[in-house]
């Protein structure tokens, strides 16, 4: 199993390591109730760095990225980051990515880690010539730092202009005196950091973090918590929200697709899925009665016939309800809806909510 | 490490016996494995269990865990509590974290369940 660079700094803080992607892993320190509120309260401190890093170079790296991403890669000035899909010639999803634009011809794709191996084949079996295509995840390493006190927290370690940096975007520089990329990004719904490094700065920079967060109530934070606090902002989880079998439309990615920027993998059968409309949709549920919704769940009409299945659910700890992500038969999907979601063999009463399920509070410009 | 004097399972449940009666809840390492429990699903009262049967679900944020029997009988009580406060049974596994209480059929099963040296030794395996 590969291990981060900052395997013994889990294990010193008393971590429970868990096989995640083929990556040991944190999935809790002090608790997921405790470090999810800490990043909702305060900050929390995270090792992304299974996350995979592929850079993307070349005189043809714009135009490669306009055909195998849905999203408008020459909208993106240098210092931004988007927010992109790619997909099948079907229109399911490949992976959902982030895509950095750090010069004119230089891109950063941040990939889930348990697809960096099938994104790689997938982006070099598209490249054409002038796109050069890099794996950087092993020399790289990803922290995180997340919650209303990340800003407090980070400033006090770098020279960078924070104030002037807003959600999607990033800059480069020191912080702690390491050579990082910055981005005002994350996976909370809180305003925080993502910093990339060379992997084997990352002890210095993570007891560095961590050291300026203790008065702020900074705490570690796993696997676990990452979850709970993506579902809370419906932030879509690879591999259970969204796989090759979903589309962008029916996840509610929509905005995702550009549809003005010329020919991308997909596009035919997106257009062909919007012309015709989606049978299902991913929606947000919050279970009215008692009872834990979980990935595999089959979601049931008010009659009692299947209409969907949970694709994401846990107990909530900011709204202290019991909430999932679920698709459902078209005709289920508006806000309101009365559905039950079967578990161990009972209905269980739920209803569709409007998403996200918790505000963001993310620093946006303007 | 565990208490003396109660009686344990293969599946991390505890029982305290005192007369017919068993109180079960599942055990300190069986709480921590999990993390922190925030639903729980109780079996009504007058509930008939065999040994081994699921008789209670106890869910943490990211697991469902099924608690068995560890003796036969009926469900005469239930902790009413954990539907409002789960975390009990990461607070006071022993205490307030208490499941249900079962009127044995058969006292004498009581005997079959592992004492506190018997399950410290098991839990020790399972940690390696």
């Known amino acids: 199993m590969q291990r981060t660079p900052l395997h013994e700094e889990h294990l010193r803080l008393g971590a429970r390591m868990i096989n995640f992607a083929g990556w040991e892993m944190p999935v809790q320190y002090s608790g997921v109730l405790a470090e999810h509120e800490a990043v909702r309260s305060a900050a929390g401190l995270f090792d992304l760095s299974h996350m995979g890093e592929i ?31 790619l997909c099948t010639p079907e229109g399911g999803i490949v992976d959902d990515i982030l895509v950095y634009r750090r ?33 950087l995840t092993f020399r790289t390493a990803l922290l995180a730092v997340q919650g209303p006190q990340a800003e407090r927290i980070v400033r006090g370690l770098t020279d960078l202009d924070l104030g002037a940096l807003f959600y999607y975007q990033f800059a480069e520089g020191e912080v702690a005196g390491r050579r990082v990329l910055l981005s005002r990004t994350g996976y909370t719904g809180e305003d925080g950091f993502e910093l990339y490094l060379e992997a084997e700065e990352a002890v210095a920079l993570w007891r560095a973090l961590w050291a300026a967060g203790q008065p702020y109530g900074l705490k570690p934070v796993g696997l676990g918590a990452r979850d709970t606090l993506r579902l809370e902002m419906r932030y879509p989880l690879y591999g259970n929200d969204i796989t090759e079998e979903t589309t962008p439309l029916e996840a509610g990615l929509g905005w995702v697709v550009k549809w003005d920027k010329g020919d991308f993998i997909g596009r035919a059968a997106l257009e062909r899925q919007k012309r015709e409309g989606v049978r299902r949709r991913l929606v947000g549920l919050v279970v009215v009665e008692r009872g834990v919704p979980r990935h595999g769940y089959t979601v049931l009409s ?20 019991n909430i999932a992500l679920a698709y459902v038969a078209e005709q289920y999907a508006a806000v309101g809806s009365a559905v039950a979601v079967e578990i161990r063999g ?10 996200p399920f918790v ?8 | 490490m565990y208490p003396e004097g109660l009686k344990y399972t293969e599946q991390h ?18 709480q921590k494995e999990l993390g922190d429990v925030v639903f729980v699903e109780l079996p009504a009262v007058g509930t008939t269990v065999s040994r081994h049967d699921s008789m209670a679900v106890v869910e943490s944020v990211k697991a469902v865990s099924d608690v068995y029997a560890p003796v036969s009988g009926t469900v005469v009580e239930v902790n009413r509590a954990l539907e409002e406060n789960p975390e009990l049974i990461n607070q006071d596994p022993y205490g307030d974290g208490w499941l249900v209480v079962v009127e044995m059929a058969d006292p004498a099963e009581a005997g079959e369940l592992m004492d ?13």
Do not use: M
């Not at chain 1, 505000?359 to 303007?366: L, N, S, Y």
């Open chain 1, 103 to 135: 010069g004119e011809e230089e891109f950063l794709l941040v990939v889930n880690a348990a697809n960096r191996a099938k994104d790689l084949a997938w982006l070099a079996s598209h490249a054409g010539p002038g796109v050069e295509l890099e794996d």
């Open chain 1, 55 to 85: 850079e993307v170079r070349g005189p043809g790296a714009l135009a490669f990225l306009q055909r195998v991403a849905v999203n408008d890669a020459a909208a993106l000035s240098c210092g931004q980051v988007q927010y992109s899909l």
């Open chain 2, 13 to 30: 449940e505890w029982a305290r016996i005192s007369g017919n009666r068993a109180v079960v809840g599942i055990t300190d390492y069986a």
């Open chain 1, 346 to 355: 009972k209905p269980v009463a739920a209803r569709v909510v409007k998403t």
């Open chain 1, 359 to 366: 505000e963001p509070r993310v620093r946006r410009k303007g």
């Open chain 2, 116 to 128: 506190a040296e018997e399950y410290q030794q098991l839990v020790e395996e399972e940690g390696e």
């Open chain 1, 302 to 321: 008010p009659e009692g016939e299947p209409i969907g299945s949970v694709t994401s659910g846990s107990y909530s700890p900011t709204r202290k309800e």
